[in-house]
């Protein structure tokens, strides 16, 4: 269960990369920044991706 935990918290912190990053690409669209739109963009795809993939049950959770 401790691991389950863990994994809780480092996805509480991807989400908050994700809100980042949706924050830097909407600043880069607002003030024409290309560079901080795509680094923003990029922050989004990994914060969404971890998020999902710690969030997933593994076989170790269900004991």
């Known amino acids: 269960m401790v691991r389950a935990e863990s994994r809780i918290v480092v996805s509480l ?3 908050f990369v994700s809100l980042a990053g ?3 690409a909407i600043h880069g669209l607002l003030f ?3 560079e901080v ?3 923003g963009v990029l922050a989004i795809i990994v914060g969404v991706t971890s998020f999902v993939v710690l969030l997933n049950p593994t076989p170790r959770d269900e004991s």
């Open 13 to 15: 912190v991807a989400v």
């Open 22 to 24: 949706i924050s830097a």
């Open 32 to 34: 024409d920044k290309t």
């Open 37 to 39: 739109m795509y680094y």
